[in-house]
């Protein structure tokens, strides 16, 4: 199982200390696959991009029309977290219904 986020997150921290073997993978450090990344915007669509994060606020209003996919290549911190892969399936986010289909917590 992958947990794709950054190691500072708070929520991330939160998720890893739940399912302990999951390896992390920091977006900010390593990226993150652009397989991946198609695969979570056909899954979550416009639910992957955090509006309300720093770097979102940070991005002139040209950046931000640029294609979602292109976008999260270029600031891979502005993917909402954690992004979750497990069996080839894709989790977004520690919500109750993540939690319950990963069967922690």
Partial sequence: ???YGLKT??????????IPDA??????????SEAVLTRALADFGAAL?????TTWRQLDARAR??????LLQSHPTLM???LIERDG???LGWTPQTRAALGVD
């Fill in 1 to 3: 199982m992958k947990l």
């Fill in 9 to 18: 997150c708070d929520t991330c921290r939160k998720a890893l200390k739940s």
């Fill in 23 to 32: 390896e992390l993978v920091d977006v900010r450090e390593s990226g993150i």
């Fill in 49 to 53: 991009v955090n509006t309300r994060s």
């Fill in 65 to 70: 029309e640029l294609p979602q996919l292109q």
């Fill in 80 to 82: 909402k977290r954690p």
């Fill in 89 to 91: 399936d894709l989790f």
